[in-house]
């Protein structure tokens, strides 16, 4: 059964905002919490992300707000800053049309004496991170005497991020005759605790995860070996090549390793956890947002509540330790009504967790083949000759085709030779060399050059005289293959030659690939060194 939203007790300018919006009937939560908030009533509601939590709560605080009156009346607490100005923007577009309402979203690192002067100038619902709003009591830049409702948003994860005691803190500071919605995607202990202590007689309410499983997700795992995770990842991201991906890992250090192993692979990508300042957060975010970086690898913490439409895969690079999270994550895709896709890699004993979480969640995950790399090729060669027909279609090729004609007539190739030859190149432009390929087929034993162990020693012969820096070498080796450049080693540097160091696995690719480059604009000869030299 489902319920349209002109059937609630909703003032008109709120319905007409939420149909600009686009929304037509209630999910299951805010079908559920409505009513109860408008009968006054505290809710304690467990639902996950993606279920529509915030409209649930925001409906009825603009119902019931008071226009006339200039103070403060409703507090909602969020996690993170990112949060808190998500949810006031979507309050303000409900409150489009309504007249006198001013919300206002306070967090840290923005300037305080800005938000005490909106605060002082009429703000009757604020949103907040913890922290923030506690500033402002220390302050004493908020009061609290007209405040008839707060709602904590993702409690559980402002426990997790040590929120505890400034809840409880915020909670103790609020007229006792209010209403207290609390809202959390899983029920641990410490949350029943809290609901116990400040709530009255809270409705319960449950959204199951069965409801949320969207089925446009489609989801997939593959059983990998831990050393070709990075690969295996390469490959469905560059076979599926969705518009904006999320990429989940476990810990900050393997965010911020992937992120950089795939930067150094030429993909714009970007970390995001719990340790980046809020601007860099604030960076990070605006730059998935725009498109500019197609790719955020992040954890489960850092990538909680974002709302971002556009993201058309979902990878678990690692599986996440605690089930729920698995629907959190895969729920970042297939957004408004979008299809998304869902990719687990399995290592190992992962495989009985995989299916722990088929059952736990009610879903189906579907064991996939590693796409090979004959796949991969086939779809880049797809996404070049679409240009090409392009180009075809604009014309103008025929100095082209007298180029072709010539070598044709002149040397026993084919033009079908020459075609195939310029697709591999234009490969090679695409995304740096692909992969593995190179280096495993070109992957060879130089013996002792000299180097470290694991590294070979290369000679190239440009130097000093040439007007050539450590950092021309560095950046011309890491532009032109998908070595990230802090794997390099030792750069010596003589007057006409120069010997640099690079990790063996690459050694053959770094050989094969500079062969061809330059280093600022001259041809180079690059070699391994001989261990006299
Ligand atoms: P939660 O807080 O539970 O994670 P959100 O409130 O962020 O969920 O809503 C998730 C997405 O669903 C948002 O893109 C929101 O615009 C959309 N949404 C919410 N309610 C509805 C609705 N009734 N109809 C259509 N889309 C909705
Ligand atoms: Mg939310």
């Known amino acids: 059964m489902t319920i349209r939203f002109d059937e609630m007790e909703l003032q008109a300018p709120i319905l007409r905002a939420v149909s600009d919006i686009g929304f037509e009937e209630m999910t299951p939560i805010q079908a559920q919490v409505f009513p109860v908030v408008m009968e006054g009533k505290d809710i304690i509601g467990q639902a996950q992300t993606g279920t529509g939590k915030t409209a649930a709560y925001s409906l009825p605080i603009l119902e019931q707000i008071d226009p006339k009156n200039k103070h403060l009346q409703a507090v909602v607490l969020c996690p993170t800053r990112e949060l808190a100005i998500q ?39 604020m949103i907040g991170t913890p922290g923030r709003v506690m500033d402002h009591m220390r302050r004493k830049t908020i009061k609290f005497d007209f405040v008839n409702k707060v709602i904590l948003d993702e409690a ?218 004959n796949d991969v090729v086939a779809v880049k060669a797809e996404k070049i000759l679409d240009k090409v027909e392009k180009l075809i279609d604009e014309g103008d090729l025929k100095k082209m085709i007298q180029i072709i004609e010539q070598k044709v007539n002149e040397e026993d190739y084919t033009s079908l030779e020459i075609a195939a030859a310029l697709l591999k190149m234009s490969f090679g432009e695409e995304n740096g060399y692909s992969s593995e390929e190179i280096r495993k087929s070109t992957q060879q034993d130089f013996g002792d050059t000299g180097a470290e162990a694991g590294m070979v020693r290369l000679f190239i012969n440009l130097g000093k005289n040439q007007r050539i820096r450590p950092g021309d070498i560095l950046g011309a080796i890491a532009g032109e293959t998908n070595m990230p450049g802090k794997l390099i080693g030792s750069i010596d540097m003589y007057d006409k030659y120069t010997f640099v160091e690079v990790p063996s696995e690459y050694a053959a690719q770094v050989v094969e690939v500079m062969k061809h480059a330059k280093i600022k604009g001259k041809s180079i000869n690059i070699e391994p060194a001989n261990k006299s030299r």
């Not at 303000?92 to 800005?114: A, E, N």
């Not at 390793?257 to 030429?266: D, P």
């Open 87 to 125: 949810v006031a923007d979507e309050m303000h577009k409900f409150s489009k049309y309504m007249h006198g309402i001013k919300i206002l979203p306070v967090y840290g690192g923005q300037d305080i004496v800005r938000q005490i002067k909106a605060l002082k100038a009429g703000t009757q619902i």
């Open 156 to 373: 559980d994860e402002m426990l997790n991020m040590g929120f505890r005691e400034d809840i409880e803190t915020i909670l103790k500071e609020i007229p006792e005759e209010r209403q207290t919605l609390l809202f959390s995607a899983t029920m641990p202990q410490t949350i029943l605790d809290i609901a116990k202590t400040y709530q009255k007689n809270a409705v319960k309410i449950k959204v199951a995860a069965k409801e949320l499983t969207v089925p446009k997700i489609e989801q997939y795992y593959y059983e990998v070996k831990s050393q070709n995770k990075f690969e295996v990842l390469l490959r469905l991201i560059d076979l599926y090549q969705p518009k904006l991906s999320l990429i989940f890992c476990n810990t900050k250090q393997k965010v911020d390793e992937l992120a950089s192993e795939l930067q150094g692979r030429g993909y714009f990508a970007e970390a995001l956890h719990g340790d980046l300042k809020q601007q860099q957060r604030d960076r990070v975010m605006k730059s998935f947002r725009t498109g500019r970086a197609d790719i955020l690898v992040a954890t489960d913490v850092a990538a909680r509540g974002i709302d971002v439409d556009d993201v058309e895969a979902v990878f678990n690079y690692d599986l996440p330790q605690d089930y729920e999270y698995y629907v959190h994550r895969i729920g970042r895709t297939g957004r408004a009504g979008r299809t998304g896709r869902a990719f687990s890699m399995v290592v190992g004993r992962d495989i009985f967790r995989i299916k722990d979480i088929q059952r736990y969640c009610k879903t189906k995950i579907l064991v996939q083949p590693v796409p090979s790399i």
